[in-house]
Every structure is written in C-alpha cells, then in structure tokens.
Nanobody
Framework: QLQLMESGGGLVQPGGSLRLSCAGS????????IAWFRQAPGKNRERVSC????????VYADSVKGRFTISRDNAKNTVYLQMNSLKPEDTAVYSC????????????WGQGTQVTVSS
C-alpha cells in the first residue's frame, strides 16, 4: 500500500524555523514529483512548493519564496520542507502529495502535520 507520512510539525515562535519531512512507504518516491500543501482554517488549500522526481526543478508559492526550501533525499525516500522566518500566517496543516509531475492533480496524499506559529 502506497503511503506518505509527514512529520516535523509543531509550535514555533515568529521568526523561527521548522523542517518538515515526507516519507514514502510501500513505494519509492524517486519516481514521483512531491508537493507540499497547506490549509488553514477557513481558507482554501494552497500548494506551497513542489519538487520534480529528480530534484532538478522546484516551484514555490509567492507567499513562501525566499523563506521555504524544498529538497529530497531519494536514498532515504524522503522529501523535506525547510521553513525559515516563519510568520503567524504560515499556521496551517501541512500535507505532502505525490504524482508523476508538479501539476494540478496529485493521486497520493499524507495525513498532514500541524504547524503553529505563535508567540
């Protein structure tokens, strides 16, 4: 069974950093593009970033450019989202998703991890 599992969420003060991890189970992530999404209460889900299967191409939402970095370690079957200079508006449930390319549709999803930015 193909599964994605996120970890690394938590409570952090404004200006702080967190690193989220997305681990694959039951399949190898290196065949897939991996995206990070977030959804805050009362807001639409937003794609934060995506990385191609090779890692050679990345995309970011304007809201996180320069602060977040997506990377992957295919040997560890894991994709990371390094989040720096966090703001209260970054508070959301963050989920990773997989598909063949960084497009509009993703066939596989994790359960999500909560990120709360608050003093």
């Amino acid at each position: 069974q193909l599964q994605l599992m996120e970890s690394g969420g938590g409570l952090v003060q404004p200006g702080g950093s967190l690193r989220l991890s997305c681990a694959g189970s039951g399949f190898t992530l290196d065949a897939y593009a991996i995206a990070w999404f977030r959804q805050a209460p009362g807001k639409n889900r937003e794609r934060v970033s995506c990385i191609s299967n090779s890692g050679g191409n990345t995309v970011y939402a304007d809201s996180v450019k320069g602060r977040f970095t997506i990377s992957r370690d295919n040997a560890k079957n894991t994709v990371y989202l390094q989040m720096n200079s966090l703001k209260p508006e970054d508070t959301a449930v963050y989920s990773c998703a997989a598909d063949r390319r960084c497009g509009a549709y993703y066939g596989y999803w994790g359960q999500g991890t909560q990120v709360t930015v608050s003093s």
